[in-house]
C-alpha cells in the first residue's frame, strides 16, 4: 500500500481517544458503581450484589420492566415485517401513486420530536377511545421504529445486485420465488439489524410511553424517569447496567450472525 | 474465403439477413429467429427494427462497441426486456410474452450473478431444484457439470472462496445445467485477465461443439468474438450493420463503420471513373487512380471509398527497375516512411505520401535480423493488388 | 415490460400494509393534533371541545366546527411564556450543535484517516453507545454531575476548586448531555464523505504547494461541506424539540418548547394548547427539514 502523507497523526489518535473516552467512560462508571456495596452512591462500599437483590424485590419496577420487554418484542417484530414490507415497496415498486408520501411518512417519524409523535397518537387513541396500555404503547412504538427499520433494509436492498434477482428468474423462478430464494436470504443481516435497533429504541423511549401508555402500565423507562428525577439510586445503577448487559448480549449476537453471513459477500451494515 | 456465403450487399443488409443462408436445405429452419425487433427506452432507441436467424448449433457473436444495443437484444432474448414491436421465435413459437422464468433459455451473466448465500453445488442445482427435477438426478446433472468445468473438489465453497477463473466456470455451469435451447453469454470473459481469456475461449468452443448446444455471445472485443463465433453480427447504434463468418468480415466489410470497427484499415475516398473486366478505377485525392477488382456494375461518377487492410499494402524500395517486375504491383503509392512501430510479431510504417495522406502498411517479421525493415525518411513505394482493395459505396 | 416491471407489481402489494399502517397511525393523528389545537379547553373527558361525534349527524358536525377558532395560536403569540421557550430552543439547537461540529469533526477525520482495517472498528464503537439506552447515558451523567459525584471529588481531590461545584440543573450540564447524546449523529455523516475522500487529492494539494493546514481548509473542508451540512441538520432538527435532556439536567428556569408542551400536556391538562404548540414545533421544523432533504437528494444523486 503507498504511504500516505500525514494518514495517522499524533492530533488524529488524541481527538478519537479522547472522543472515545467521552462516549464511553460516563457507562463504564455507572456499571462500576451498580457493584458498589455503600447505600451512598458517591462512596465506594466495596462490590456487593445488593442493588441487584433490591430490583429482583422490587415488584412495581419487575413489572415495569417486563412491560418494557414485551413491548419491545411485540412493536420490534411487527415493526420488521412492515418495515421490510414498505423497504420492498419503496426499493422494488418503482414508480407508483402516492409513493412520495409514503416515502414522506416514512422519513419524519425519525426526525420528528417524541413529543410531537406521542401527543398526535394519544390524541388518535382518545378520538378512538382506545383502552391505553399494552397494545396503544406497543402501537405508538411499532410506528416509529418501522421507520428505521425500513431505512435499514432499503439501504441494503438497494445496494443488492439485480442481476441476481434476473439470475434467479433465468433458472426457472417467479418473482416471489427469486425474492424468497434469493433476496431475502441476502438481505437477512440487515432485518435482524432492523429488529434489533427496533427492539433498542422501544426500550430506550420515555416520551412517547408517557403519552401512550395508560394508569398503571408504566414501562421501565417512564419508571426509571420518575426514579432519576428525586435524584440517584442505587438500584437504578444496577437496572441500567442489566439494560446495558442485554443489549450488549444482542450487539454480539448481531456482530456473530453479520460474521456468519460475511460469507456472502458485503459485511453487513451495523446499523 | 468461404463458399456458401452470400455475397455482400450494403443497402439491402439489414433487411436480408433473414436470406443471409439462402443455399441452405429447407428442414435446416433457424432455431432462433427475431423478426423486426425494437426496444425504446424513453426516447432512446437501443433496438431498431433488427431482424436475424440464428441456427441449431450455432456460435453466435453479436460485437459491437457499448452502448450499441447488443446486451439489450440478448436481454430480450432471455426475457429480462420485451421488445416494443416485432416477434422472437424460438423453434417457431413466439416467446415475447413468455416470462424469463418459462424460457427454454440461460443466460450467464457478466458479472456471474452467483448467489453468495448459496455453495458451488447449490449454484449450479439452483435451477434444476426449480424445475423439480429428482434429488438423484440433480446430483448426478450436478456431478456432470463440475466435471465438465473442471470444478471437482470446490462443490462446497461459497462463491467468495473462488477465484475469478473458477467463478466463471461456475456460472457457465449454472447456466448450461438446465440444458437450454440457447445459451446466452453476456460478455463471459471480460472480467478475467488476458492470459485467462484466450484459454477459456478455446475452452468454451471446445464446450460448445461437444455439447452441440447453440451460443449467443455478446462481447465488444472482436479478437474474441473472431476466435470464438462461427457468424458475428456487428451492431451499431440499434441496427445490425454485417452479419457474417469471421472472415468475410474483415476482408469483405459491407460498410465503410464495419471496415473501421473490425481490424485497422486504410481508407481512401473518391468516385468511379471507369468499369472494365470487372476492374473499377476509382479516382481518388489522396492516391490518385486506384484499380480495384469488383464485379458490381457501378455507375461513374458513384462516391465511394476504397479500404485496404494495412497487412496488404506492401512496401519496395524506391527504384526504376524493381516495379516493373511486378504485373500485380497496379497501385503503386509514392512517399516517405514517416513512422515505424516494432510489434513484435509485425512492424507497422506509416507512409507519409506525395499528397499528405498517410498509409499504414503492417508487415510480417518473417526472419529475425531486420534485412527488410525501412528506415524512417526512406523514400518508398507502398503498393497493393486489385484483389486486396475493397470498394464500399458511400 | 422489463424485470424491473415484473418485480413492480408485487413489490407494491407488499407496501400496501406499511402504507395503511402509517396513514393511520402517523397521518391521521396529525389530522386530531391540527383540529384540536383550534379547539377550547375544558373540564371534562376529553379535555377539550367540541368533541365531533360522528353519530350525532351532519347539523351537529356544523355546529362544531363552528365552534373552532384560532385562540390558542393567538394565546402562543401573545404570551411571553411560548415565545421564550421557542427562542430558547432555537438558541440551544443552534449552541449544541456548533458544539457538536467542533468536537465531532476531529473524531471523524480521525476515524477517516485510521488504516483501513480499523475503521469499520472505530465506526463500530461510535454506534455502539447509539444502541445503549439514550436514558441510561443521561442518567450515567447525572451520576458524575451530581453535588458529591465523581466530577467534583477529582476537582476536590486536584485542588482545582475549593468546594464543590453545582453542575446539575446547569446550562453546562445540559449542553454537555446533549453534546453526549448526538454526538454519533454528527460523526456518522461527517466520516461517511471523509472517508469517501481520495487521499490523493490531498497528495495532489500538497505536490502543488500548499501545507498540511492549507490543503485542510482548501480540499479537504470544502469537500465534507455536504457531511457537515448532514450532521448539523442530523443534530439541530430533533434537538429542537428535545424534552428529556433539558427536563433532567438543565435547570428549572427557562424552558425549551418540548418542555413547555408537556407542561401544557401533563401539568395544566390544557391538550388544545399543547396541541397549538406542537403544531407551531412543527412549522418551526418545517425550513430545515427541506433544507435536509434538498441535501439528502443532492448527495444521492452525485452518487450516481
Known amino acids: 500500500m503507498a504511504r500516505r502523507i500525514g494518514r495517522i497523526s499524533p492530533f488524529n489518535i488524541t481527538a478519537l481517544a479522547l472522543g472515545l473516552a467521552f462516549l464511553y467512560l460516563p457507562i463504564v462508571i455507572l456499571v462500576i458503581y451498580s457493584f458498589n456495596a455503600s447505600r451512598l452512591v458517591t462512596v ?66 425519525l426526525v420528528m420530536p417524541e413529543v410531537i409523535s406521542g401527543l398526535s397518537l394519544l390524541l388518535l387513541f382518545v378520538a378512538l377511545n382506545a383502552e391505553r396500555g399494552f397494545w396503544t404503547v406497543t402501537i405508538a412504538h411499532t410506528t416509529l421504529t418501522m421507520c428505521f427499520v425500513t431505512v435499514v433494509v432499503q439501504s441494503r436492498l438497494a445496494s443488492l445486485d439485480r442481476s441476481l434477482e434476473e439470475a434467479a428468474m433465468d433458472l426457472g423462478c417467479d418473482p416471489v420465488q427469486a425474492f424468497v ?43 426509571i424517569y420518575s426514579e432519576v428525577r428525586l435524584g440517584v439510586k442505587p438500584e437504578i445503577n444496577a437496572i441500567c447496567t442489566m439494560v446495558i448487559a442485554l443489549i450488549a448480549v444482542l450487539i454480539v449476537i448481531a456482530s456473530l450472525a453479520s460474521k456468519l453471513s460475511s460469507s456472502q459477500g458485503e459485511t453487513a451494515a451495523p446499523l | 474465403m468461404s463458399g456458401q456465403s452470400p455475397e455482400i450487399d450494403t443497402a439491402k443488409i439489414n433487411t436480408a439477413v433473414a436470406q443471409a443462408t439462402p443455399m441452405a436445405p429447407a428442414d435446416d429452419t433457424p432455431l432462433l429467429r427475431i423478426e423486426g425487433v425494437s426496444k425504446k427506452f424513453g426516447s432512446f432507441r437501443a433496438v431498431d427494427r433488427l431482424s436475424l436467424d440464428i441456427k441449431a448449433g450455432e456460435f453466435f457473436a453479436l460485437l459491437g462497441p457499448s452502448g450499441c444495443g447488443k446486451t439489450t437484444l440478448l436481454r430480450m432474448l432471455a426475457g429480462f426486456e420485451t421488445p416494443d414491436e416485432g416477434r422472437v421465435l424460438l423453434g417457431g413459437r413466439d416467446i415475447a410474452p413468455v416470462l ?92 478475467l485477465d488476458k492470459k485467462l481469456r484466450e484459454s477459456t475461449q478455446l475452452e468454451l468452443m471446445e464446450l460448445q461443439r461437444r455439447l452441440g448446444m447453440t451460443f449467443i455471445v455478446v462481447t465488444h472485443d472482436q479478437e474474441e468474438a473472431m476466435t470464438m463465433a462461427n457468424r458475428i ?15 468475410d468480415l474483415y476482408e469483405a466489410p459491407a460498410s465503410r463503420w464495419v471496415a473501421e470497427f473490425v481490424g485497422d484499415v486504410n481508407l481512401f475516398d473518391g468516385e468511379v471513373t471507369s468499369h472494365a473486366h470487372h476492374r473499377l478505377t476509382i479516382a481518388t485525392g489522396d492516391a490518385g487512380n486506384i484499380v480495384v477488382a469488383e464485379h458490381r456494375q457501378m455507375a461513374t461518377g458513384t462516391a465511394v471509398s476504397v479500404a485496404i487492410r494495412p497487412e496488404k499494402v506492401k512496401l519496395w524500395h524506391q527504384g526504376p527497375a524493381s516495379d516493373a517486375g511486378n504485373p500485380q504491383a497496379v497501385n503503386r503509392l509514392a512517399g516517405v516512411v514517416a513512422d515505424v512501430s516494432y510489434l513484435g510479431g509485425s512492424t507497422v510504417y506509416k507512409v507519409k505520401l506525395d499528397s499528405g495522406a498517410v498509409v499504414r502498411s503492417s508487415m510480417a517479421n518473417t526472419t529475425r535480423l531486420d534485412i527488410h525493415s525501412y528506415g524512417v525518411g526512406q523514400r518508398v513505394v507502398a503498393w497493393f493488388t486489385p484483389d486486396d482493395g475493397v470498394v464500399l459505396e458511400r | 415490460m422489463s424485470t424491473r416491471r415484473i418485480f413492480a407489481q408485487p413489490a407494491r402489494y407488499a407496501a400496501i400494509a406499511p402504507y395503511l399502517w402509517m396513514v393511520l ?81 476531529p473524531i471523524a477525520y480521525g476515524m477517516a484517516r485510521l488504516p483501513q482495517r480499523w475503521q ?7 454506534i455502539v453507545p447509539f444502541w445503549t439506552s439514550f436514558l441510561i447515558r443521561i442518567y450515567a451523567w447525572i451520576n458524575i454531575l451530581q453535588h458529591d459525584g465523581l466530577l467534583n471529588k477529582i476537582l476536590l481531590a486536584l485542588h482545582l476548586v475549593s468546594s464543590p461545584v453545582v453542575w446539575l440543573s446547569t446550562d453546562s450540564a445540559m449542553y454537555l448531555g446533549i453534546v453526549y447524546s448526538y454526538l454519533p449523529f454528527m460523526i456518522l455523516p461527517l466520516y461517511a464523505t471523509l472517508s469517501k475522500m481520495d487521499p490523493s487529492l490531498l497528495e495532489a494539494a500538497s505536490d502543488l504547494g500548499s501545507s498540511p ?59 388544545p394548547v399543547a396541541a397549538a404548540a406542537a403544531v407551531a414545533l412543527l412549522v418551526l421544523l ?18 450516481k
Open chain 3, 120 to 126: 469499520p472498528i472505530a465506526m463500530m464503537l461510535v
Open chain 3, 213 to 271: 493546514l492549507q490543503a485542510f481548509w482548501l480540499v479537504t473542508f470544502p469537500l465534507s461541506l455536504p457531511g457537515v451540512g448532514a450532521g448539523a441538520l442530523l443534530c439541530f432538527i430533533p434537538i429542537i424539540g428535545e424534552f428529556v435532556i433539558p427536563d433532567l439536567l438543565a435547570g428549572s428556569g427557562s424552558m425549551m418548547i418540548g418542555q413547555t408542551l408537556w407542561l401544557e400536556f401533563f401539568t395544566n391538562k390544557d391538550w
Open chain 3, 25 to 105: 397511525f402517523f397521518l391521521v393523528p396529525f389530522g386530531f393534533v391540527l383540529k384540536i389545537s383550534l379547539s377550547q379547553t375544558a373540564i371534562a373527558q376529553p379535555p377539550y371541545v367540541p368533541v365531533f361525534d360522528f353519530s350525532e349527524g351532519w347539523i351537529a358536525i356544523k355546529a362544531a366546527f363552528a365552534q373552532l377558532s384560532f385562540d390558542n395560536f393567538r394565546l402562543l403569540i401573545s404570551d411571553s411564556l411560548y415565545i421564550s421557550s421557542y427562542l430558547r430552543s432555537v438558541v440551544v439547537a443552534v449552541t449544541s450543535t456548533l458544539i457538536l461540529l467542533l468536537i465531532g469533526y
Open chain 1, 44 to 109: 465506594w462500599g466495596g462490590w456487593s450484589l445488593r442493588w441487584y437483590h433490591e430490583f429482583f424485590n422490587d415488584r412495581a419496577m419487575l413489572d415495569a420492566a417486563w412491560m418494557s420487554l414485551r413491548v419491545a418484542a411485540v412493536s420490534a417484530t411487527i415493526a420488521t415485517l412492515l418495515g421490510t414490507l414498505a423497504a420492498v415497496g419503496l426499493v422494488r415498486g418503482e414508480r407508483f401513486r402516492g409513493r412520495t408520501l409514503f416515502s414522506g411518512m416514512l422519513y419524519a417519524p
Open chain 2, 233 to 247: 453480427g456487428v451492431m451499431d447504434a440499434g441496427r445490425l450493420e454485417q452479419v457474417a463468418t469471421p472472415r
Open chain 2, 100 to 191: 424469463p422464468h418459462e424460457r427454454p433459455v440461460n443466460m450467464m451473466f457478466q458479472n456471474y450473478a452467483l448467489f453468495p448465500h448459496l455453495s458451488v453445488r447449490d449454484n449450479i442445482a439452483f435451477g434444476l431444484k426449480r424445475a423439480g427435477m429428482a434429488r438423484a438426478a440433480i446430483d448426478t446433472r450436478v456431478g456432470e457439470m463440475v466435471a465438465l468445468v473442471k470444478l471437482d473438489g470446490l462443490e462446497k465453497r461459497r462463491p467468495d472462496q473462488l477465484s475469478g477463473g473458477q467463478k466463471q466456470r461456475v456460472a457457465l455451469a449454472r447456466s448450461l445445467a438446465r440444458r437450454p435451447k440457447v445459451l446466452l453469454l453476456d460478455e463471459p470473459l471480460a472480467a
Open chain 1, 181 to 223: 430464494r434469493v433476496t431475502l436470504p441476502l438481505i437477512l443481516p440487515a432485518i435482524a439489524a432492523g429488529w434489533m435497533l427496533a427492539f433498542t429504541l422501544s426500550l430506550d423511549d420515555v416520551v412517547i410511553a408517557s403519552f401512550t401508555t395508560g394508569p398503571g402500565s408504566a414501562t421501565l423507562p417512564i419508571r
Open chain 3, 286 to 303: 418545517v425550513p430545515p427539514l427541506l433544507l435536509y432533504d434538498r441535501l439528502q437528494r443532492r448527495t444521492l444523486e452525485g452518487a
